[in-house]
Nanobody
């Protein structure tokens, strides 16, 4: 099994930046895909960015050009660099890992962007 722990959330002004980290432990060698999701109050959880073990990435249209997902396999860590943050980016951000059979989730980290 894989366990995930996020960090790096906080309060930032619009236009600012944050970097989220997600550290994996357990059977991390089996992870094929990592992703970041977010859930704003009253809304469904949505996919923000995804990265394969080989480094291929994809992004939600709402964050393209502003967010960058990356991974350091040696450190079992996935990052989400968030630039030019907007108030509508306010949400709880969750790290996700998929090994082809099951999915693991972190506990979430709050990101609040003030206008």
């Amino acid at each position: 099994q894989v366990q995930l722990e996020e960090s790096g959330g906080g309060l930032v002004q619009a236009g600012g930046s944050l970097r989220l980290s997600c550290v994996g432990s357990g059977s991390t060698f089996s992870i094929n895909i990592n992703a970041w999701y977010r859930q704003a109050p009253g809304k469904q959880r949505e996919l923000v960015a995804i990265i394969s073990r080989g480094g291929s990435t994809n992004y939600a249209d709402s964050v393209k050009g502003r967010f960058t997902i990356s991974r350091d396999n040696a450190k079992n860590t996935v990052y989400l660099q968030m630039n030019s943050l907007k108030p509508e980016d306010t949400a709880v951000y969750y790290c996700n890992a998929y090994d082809g059979i099951s999915t693991a989730w972190g506990q979430g980290t709050q990101v609040t962007v003030s206008s």
